[in-house]
C-alpha cells in the first residue's frame, strides 16, 4: 500500500515539473475535458485544478505528512501548478496502475521527461516509441532497482498521458472518439451535479470496485469477510479539504439503483440523534454506529439488501429460528421497541487485555424492551458455557435470542454472537463476555466515557448531532488488529513506517442521507 502510494505521488511529481511552460494558475472549467479520457473502469480518480496546490496541503496536514517528506519543497514549484486527474485501475487480479492525464498546451519533447526522471532517480533509462492509432507512445525503461521499471507516454492534443501501464495509456487514446465519461457512467455525472462548487481537489470513488482493491492488501480470511460488504453503494464524489491538524473529504455518494445497495437503506430514514458513541468507554479503539428513523422500515430493507447472498440466507434462517423457539414477531417486536441506534464497538476489556467488540442496542421504550426480553427468555432453553460471574457488579443474563447482532445488523455485526446482556438506562448490552459487558457499565458509571476523551471530542465536533452512520477509529490502537488483516508485505512496510499509526490521531466518518443520495463526511 505504501509502496503504490509513493508510486503515485512520485508520477505526479516527476510529470508535472516537465510543464516549463506553465507560469500561471489557472482553474480547472466545470467540466474537465481530462475526465473524458479516463477509462470505464476506474477504481479511483482524483482531479485537481492544480496539483501544487494539493502537495502543498498534503505537506501541512500533519496526519499525512509522513507520507511524502518532500511535499512542502516540490509544491513551491511553479512547474507544478498544472490541472490534472490520475485514476487507479486494475490490470491483473491483484495488479493495480495508475493513469495519469495532464493539461498542456504544448508539444513538449519526450526526452525531457526522461532527463527529469533520471534526474530525481539517479538511474539512466532507455526511450523507445512505437505508433498506436495514428500517436505516437514512448515508453521509458529504468534500471532494475529504480523507484519505477517503465513509464508510458503520449501528448494527445492538450494533454499529457501517462501511466507505467501501456494499455492504459491505448485505452486513453481510443477514448478520444467515445462519448464522455458522465455518459458512460451516469452517476458521475449526477455527482458533478450534486456539487456545490468547482476547483480544488476531488476524488471520486467507484464504491463497487473499492472492496475489490483493498481486499487485494489482506488476507484471504479478511477479504472474504470484506466482501461481505461490496454492495455499499454506486459511487462516491468527495471534495478535499485540509488544515495543519487534518484532512477531510466530504461529498454525496449514489446508491444506485438496486435494492442491494447498503446506502439504499438510509435514502428513506431522516438522520437521527445518535448517543450511544458518547457512552462508550474511554479508551474504545473503534465504533460503528447505524441510526434507525424508522425501525420496520430498516428492517424490511436491510433483508432486501442482504437479498439471497449467503449472508442473508443464514440471517433469514437465524431469525425463522428464533421466531419459533421464543415466539417472537421480529419486526413487529423491535418496532415497538423502537430501537433507533446499533453499535459494534471494540472497547478495553480490561488494563492488558486485547480490544473486544461489543453491541450496543439503543431503545426508545424502556419498559417494552424489559417485557420482551422477559417473555423471549421465559419460552428459549438457554445453554451456555459455564462462566464465572460473581465478580460482575452488572446484573448480566445469558440471551434468550440467537445472534441477536446478526438479525439487527447483518453481517458486520455478527462478530458478537451476544450471547450474554444486560440492560442500562434504554441501552441493550450484547457481548460474548459478561465480564465485557460489566467493564462497560462500570466505565459508564464511574463517567469514564468516550465524551470525556478530548481527542473524541474534537472529532465529533466537526459532524452534524443527526446522522444514518458514524464510525470512529483511533489508529494507534487497532494498529495489531490492522496487522493481522494484511498481508505480509504491507505488515513489513508499516513496521518500517511505525509514526504513521501515530501521526493519525484518529478518523472519523459520517454519512447523511438527502435528497436521495447519501452525503458522506470523513476526517483524519
Given at each position: 500500500m505504501g509502496y503504490h502510494l509513493y508510486r503515485l505521488i512520485f508520477l505526479i511529481v516527476a510529470t508535472m515539473l516537465l510543464f516549463p511552460s506553465c507560469r500561471q494558475e489557472t482553474a480547472a472549467p466545470p467540466d474537465n475535458p481530462a475526465l473524458?479520457?479516463?477509462?470505464?473502469?476506474?477504481?479511483?480518480?482524483?482531479?485537481?485544478?492544480?496539483?501544487?496546490?494539493?502537495?502543498?496541503?498534503?505537506?501541512?496536514?500533519?496526519?499525512?505528512s509522513?507520507?511524502?517528506?518532500?511535499?512542502?519543497?516540490?509544491?513551491?514549484?511553479?512547474?507544478?501548478?498544472?490541472?490534472?486527474?490520475?485514476?487507479?485501475?486494475?490490470?491483473?487480479?491483484?495488479?493495480?496502475?495508475?493513469?495519469?492525464?495532464?493539461?498542456?498546451?504544448?508539444?513538449?519533447?519526450?526526452?525531457?521527461?526522461?532527463?527529469?526522471?533520471?534526474?530525481?532517480?539517479?538511474?539512466?533509462?532507455?526511450?523507445?516509441?512505437?505508433?498506436?492509432?495514428?500517436?505516437?507512445?514512448?515508453?521509458?525503461?529504468?534500471?532494475?532497482?529504480?523507484p519505477i521499471s517503465s513509464l508510458s507516454l503520449t501528448i494527445l492534443n492538450?494533454?499529457?498521458?501517462?501511466?507505467?501501464?501501456?494499455i492504459l495509456v491505448e485505452n486513453a487514446i481510443r477514448l478520444q472518439a467515445e462519448p464522455p465519461l458522465k455518459e458512460r457512467i451516469p452517476a458521475i455525472g449526477k455527482l458533478t451535479r450534486l456539487r456545490d462548487h468547482s476547483g480544488g481537489s476531488r476524488l471520486l470513488v467507484n464504491?463497487?470496485?473499492?472492496?475489490?482493491?483493498?481486499?487485494?492488501?489482506?488476507?484471504?480470511?479478511?477479504?472474504?469477510?470484506?466482501?461481505?460488504?461490496?454492495?455499499?453503494?454506486?459511487?462516491?464524489?468527495?471534495?478535499?479539504?485540509?488544515?495543519?491538524?487534518?484532512?477531510?473529504?466530504?461529498?454525496?455518494?449514489?446508491?444506485?439503483?438496486?435494492?442491494?445497495?447498503?446506502?439504499?437503506?438510509?435514502?428513506?430514514?431522516?438522520?437521527?440523534?445518535m448517543t450511544t458513541a458518547r457512552n462508550l468507554p474511554i479508551g474504545t479503539a473503534a465504533f460503528l454506529s447505524v441510526g434507525i428513523d424508522q425501525p420496520e422500515t430498516y428492517l424490511k430493507l436491510l433483508s432486501d439488501c442482504l437479498g439471497g447472498r449467503s449472508t442473508g440466507v443464514e440471517r433469514q434462517r437465524v431469525i425463522a429460528r428464533n421466531e419459533k423457539q421464543t415466539s417472537m414477531r421480529f419486526v413487529e417486536d423491535w418496532k415497538e421497541i423502537g430501537f433507533n441506534e446499533l453499535t459494534l464497538a471494540w472497547i478495553p476489556a480490561d488494563s492488558a487485555g486485547p480490544d473486544q467488540p461489543v453491541v450496543v442496542v439503543a431503545a426508545r421504550n424502556r419498559s417494552k424492551l424489559f417485557s420482551l426480553l422477559e417473555k423471549w427468555n421465559s419460552k428459549a432453553e438457554i445453554s451456555h458455557p459455564q462462566i464465572d460471574t460473581s465478580l460482575c457488579q452488572a446484573e448480566c443474563q445469558p440471551m434468550a435470542i440467537e445472534r441477536l447482532p446478526l438479525m439487527l445488523g447483518g453481517g458486520w455485526f455478527d462478530q458478537v454472537q451476544g450471547s450474554w446482556y444486560a440492560i442500562s438506562d434504554n441501552l441493550l448490552i450484547l457481548a460474548d463476555n459478561p465480564q465485557l459487558i460489566d467493564q462497560f457499565i462500570r466505565h459508564r458509571n464511574e463517567n469514564r466515557v468516550l465524551i470525556t476523551d478530548p481527542l473524541f471530542l474534537v472529532m465529533s465536533e466537526r459532524f452534524p448531532s443527526r446522522s444514518n452512520l458514524t464510525g470512529y477509529v483511533v489508529p494507534s490502537r487497532v494498529r495489531k488488529m490492522v496487522k493481522e488483516m494484511l498481508k505480509p508485505e504491507l505488515v513489513r512496510w508499516l513496521d518500517m513506517n511505525p509514526e504513521l499509526f501515530e501521526n493519525i490521531g484518529a478518523i472519523s466518518f459520517q454519512a447523511n442521507s438527502r435528497d436521495g443520495s447519501v452525503n458522506h463526511d470523513l476526517a483524519l
Open positions: 473524458n479520457l479516463i477509462p470505464s473502469d476506474a477504481v479511483l480518480i482524483l482531479e485537481s485544478d492544480t496539483l501544487a496546490n494539493f502537495l502543498g496541503a498534503l505537506n501541512h496536514a500533519e496526519p499525512l509522513l507520507l511524502l517528506p518532500q511535499a512542502g519543497e516540490l509544491a513551491g514549484e511553479s512547474l507544478l501548478r498544472r490541472a490534472g486527474v490520475v485514476s487507479y485501475h486494475q490490470t491483473f487480479r491483484d495488479s493495480y496502475q495508475y493513469l495519469m492525464i495532464l493539461t498542456t498546451p504544448d508539444r513538449d519533447n519526450p526526452a525531457d521527461y526522461q532527463r527529469m526522471v533520471e534526474r530525481l532517480t539517479g538511474k539512466t533509462g532507455r526511450r523507445t516509441e512505437r505508433k498506436y492509432s495514428g500517436e505516437i507512445i514512448y515508453r521509458i525503461d529504468f534500471e532494475r532497482d529504480a492538450r494533454f499529457l498521458i501517462l501511466s507505467p501501464s501501456p464504491l463497487e470496485s473499492v472492496p475489490k482493491l483493498v481486499g487485494s492488501w489482506l488476507t484471504s480470511k479478511s477479504d472474504q469477510s470484506l466482501r461481505r460488504f461490496n454492495r455499499y453503494g454506486e459511487w462516491a464524489g468527495l471534495d478535499l479539504t485540509y488544515t495543519s491538524q487534518s484532512v477531510v473529504l466530504n461529498g454525496p455518494a449514489l446508491p444506485g439503483d438496486t435494492v442491494n445497495s447498503y446506502l439504499n437503506i438510509f435514502t428513506r430514514q431522516k438522520p437521527v440523534m
